[in-house]
């Protein structure tokens, strides 16, 4: 069957793409079952959850973040919009159900042919005028067109399931936690939650959120999970005549590895965009250069939270105390600058004093 449009990944941004694409719609997925590897929280908007007919993957439900100091001092961020914990699985399913598109799982993308028009998979080959690489991190499509394109920094993380009461997210910095990153925990309801931790050093995850569960006094309810935090910034989101989207744009955001909301964001961009390539409104090539152009308007924004991490999780204990301490009276302002991305004058001039300090940290670059 011919398709207007082949999704490389069934996950946060294949899914969310093919949500947004009125068409004929494949999404290909290695995976024998749909959601059967949860490498990610899987904390996002609720609005956004509902928006692509998930409702009933919501488990935990929170609005607000505490961040917590090696010292002890925490500041409380008030987040713009209800927030919510997933099931990854259900998620998946409802989600793909709703987008109406038809989903091949075991279907690894094992070659590309045709510039990225032909997606060689495990049991046959697919073809389409437009092609979506959403399959994370690795970018199964886009890195086999171009040599090196997923090459950058990686982060890695992993967690469990505990029995823990707690009404909102908590994020734990410093090196007691884990050095080069941050611990957290967040609410999944009925008295659990999700508790791990990730860091841009090689480390041993899994011995550190032991001692991690330990000092909270949390019970693992569940085996350890995880994954890769491609967290070197944007990745051209155009390559050969394909949309890259998600992880495997690097879309994730540095600095907090909060990339699901941002997968669905860039989907609704791409999906529309080839919504109108598919009724023949726009040429694939204005489709593909428009994606382009709003991905990359984000551009400073991203290179901002680099900074930010590069400087964030070098910081010594004592220095993390006091800018804690500070955020507090900061957090609105933060939290405001953080969702709308804007970069203004403020922003420029506190990424120039980022740029100061990073020369004087120790260590190799993050
Ligand atoms: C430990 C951890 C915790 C995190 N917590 C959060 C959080 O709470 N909130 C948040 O916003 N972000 C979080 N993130 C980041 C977030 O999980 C990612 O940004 C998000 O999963 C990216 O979604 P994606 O669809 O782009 O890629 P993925 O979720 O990685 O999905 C890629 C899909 O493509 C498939 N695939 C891969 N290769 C191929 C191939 N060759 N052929 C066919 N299919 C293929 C995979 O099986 C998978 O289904 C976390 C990440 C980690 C590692």
Not at 99 to 114: K, M, P, Y
Not at 134 to 142: D, Q
Not at 293 to 308: D, G, N, Q
Request: proline letters at 4%.
């Amino acid at each position: 069957m011919g398709y207007d449009a082949i999704i490389a990944g069934a996950s946060f941004a294949g899914l969310a793409v093919a949500h947004f694409i009125d068409g004929e719609v494949a999404v290909l997925e290695r995976e024998e079952v749909l959601g059967a590897r949860q490498r990610s929280t899987c904390a996002a908007p609720e609005g956004w959850v509902r928006r692509l007919g998930a409702p009933e993957s919501v488990l935990g439900r929170f609005d607000r973040v505490v961040v917590h100091s090696p010292g002890g001092n925490q500041a409380e961020l008030r987040l713009p919009e209800g927030y919510c914990t997933l099931d990854y699985a259900v998620f998946c399913r409802k989600a793909a159900e709703r987008s109406g598109a038809e989903v091949l799982t075991g279907e690894r993308v094992q070659e590309v042919r045709r510039g990225g028009r032909e997606l060689v998979c495990t049991r046959r080959a697919y073809t389409s005028g437009v092609v979506v690489d959403a399959s994370g991190w690795s970018a199964a499509v886009a890195s086999r067109l171009r040599r090196g394109y997923a090459k950058g920094r990686l982060a890695r993380g992993v967690e469990v399931e505990g029995r823990y009461e707690v009404e909102e997210a908590h994020i734990y910095l410093g090196s007691s936690a884990v050095p080069g990153g941050y611990a957290w925990v967040f609410p999944l309801g009925d008295g659990r939650a999700r508790v791990g931790l990730g860091s841009l050093r090689r480390l041993p995850l899994v011995e550190l959120n032991r001692r991690f569960l330990r000092r909270l006094g949390v019970r693992e309810c569940s085996p350890h999970h995880g994954g890769v935090i491609p967290c070197s910034g944007l990745r051209e989101p155009v390559v050969s005549r394909v949309f890259v989207v998600g992880d495997a744009a690097g879309q994730v955001l540095p600095g907090t590895a909060e990339g699901i909301r941002k997968c669905f964001e860039f989907a609704e961009v791409c999906g529309r965009l080839v919504s109108r390539v598919v009724a023949g409104e726009l040429r694939l090539e204005e489709g593909l250069e428009e994606y382009r152009s709003r991905v990359l308007a984000s551009k400073e924004f991203y290179e901002t939270m680099l900074l930010v991490q590069r400087v964030a999780y070098r910081l010594p204990d004592r220095v993390l105390d006091a800018a804690v301490e500070r955020g507090r009276e900061l957090a609105d302002a933060v939290v405001g600058s953080y969702f709308s991305e804007r970069v203004d004058e403020r922003l420029r001039k506190a990424a120039g004093s980022l740029r100061v300090l990073q020369a004087f940290l120790p260590g190799s670059r993050a």
